[in-house]
């Protein structure tokens, strides 16, 4: 297999603001200058994006995440290597995870966390369930409580049952003031699936790692001010 690592394109680093959430410094660019994001684009592509958010936000309800979780924490799908995976999602990994060790070459825990970090995709797999692209893929946030209005797309959320539920509908829902993320239940999807396999498996990753892979991308949590 031959992999194509992009050279960064280094003048977009000065334009590469970043937003302090905390003591998170999150990057609105890649490390090859392209935003991470683009919404506004005319395209088939994104046509196919917007349709997989509407399902999203209409199927992704609290009870749906809840027995997702149930269902895959039990880890008895299948097992497979990392090189079982499909050509671009290898590339996307090796990529990622050279991009972060050419930054942070130390940090030998973040380059592996790096390294699998999307490796929850094999939800699609047929072996995995076969799950379609809408729980699989795409931003995470939080359920049992009201839909932030920052989350991307937020209004598909009209159509989820979770907005007709008034358990669900103030600021903290089911939840208290610092409960801590750890104690929440977030949208299902590969990030949490990634989770529950490197938990179930005994990961010897310090809990940034975990968090990393968990949480990967609450696009509405980093970035509050954009859509
Ligand atoms: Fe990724």
Known sequence: MTVIVLEPNESSNAENETAVDGELDVPRRNAFGHDFRDFEKESMRNA???????????YQTCEFANKKKEEYGKLNKAEMSIWDLDEPQIDHLLQTAEAIRRDHP????????????????????PAFGEEPQWCVVGDTFPLGCAF?????????????????????????????ENIGLDNITMSWG???????????????????????????????????DER
């Not at 196919?48 to 209409?58: A, M, P």
């Open 48 to 58: 196919i994006v917007q349709e997989c958010y509407r399902k999203n936000h209409i």
């Open 106 to 125: 130390h940090e030998h825990w973040l380059h592996l966390t790096a390294l699998i970090h999307d490796l929850g995709k094999v939800l699609l797999h």
């Open 148 to 176: 932030d209005n920052n989350i991307v797309h937020h209004q598909f959320f009209k159509e989820n049952p979770d907005s007709r539920n008034p358990a669900f509908n103030t600021k903290l829902g089911i939840y208290s």
């Open 190 to 224: 590969h990030a949490e699936y990634m989770y529950l396999v490197a938990k179930g498996n005994n990961t010897t990753l310090p809990p940034a790692g975990l968090f990393i892979i968990s949480n990967a991308p609450p696009w509405s949590l980093y970035f509050p």
